[in-house]
């Protein structure tokens, strides 16, 4: 069974920093791509950023460009986000996120999230 568990979010002042982690199980980790999403009340989920199998290539949403750092320990099992100069826009639920295939299908996995929250 595949888990995904966030852990890292809370509250933090503009300007400060957060790392999230997201620890994974039930599948080959190494061999999937992952992902963090966020998601504000009333607004879609989106894609923060993504990293590739190696953690060679990541890509970031525009408006976390310059600020979140996607990264990944595979002996660990585990994707990590860094956020620094954070800001009120940034508050969310952060979630984890992998797509794994089984034959000619595939699934989407989910974390339960972790509330972020930034405000002075």
């Known amino acids: 069974q595949v888990r995904l568990e966030e852990s890292g979010g809370g509250l933090v002042q503009p300007g400060g920093s957060l790392r999230l982690s997201c620890v994974a199980s039930?599948?080959?980790?190494?061999?999937?791509?992952m992902n963090w999403y966020r998601q504000s009340p009333g607004k879609k989920r989106e894609m923060v950023a993504t990293?590739?199998?190696?953690?060679?290539?990541?890509n970031y949403a525009e408006s976390v460009k310059g600020r979140f750092t996607i990264s990944r320990d595979n002996s660990k099992n585990t994707v990590y986000l860094q956020m620094n100069l954070l800001e009120p826009e940034d508050t969310a639920v952060y979630y984890c996120n992998t797509v794994t295939l089984r034959g000619e299908s595939f699934d989407v996995w989910w974390g339960q999230g972790t509330q972020v929250t930034v405000s002075s």
């Open positions: 990293i590739s199998m190696a953690g060679s290539s990541t």
């Open positions: 039930g599948f080959t980790f190494s061999s999937y791509n």
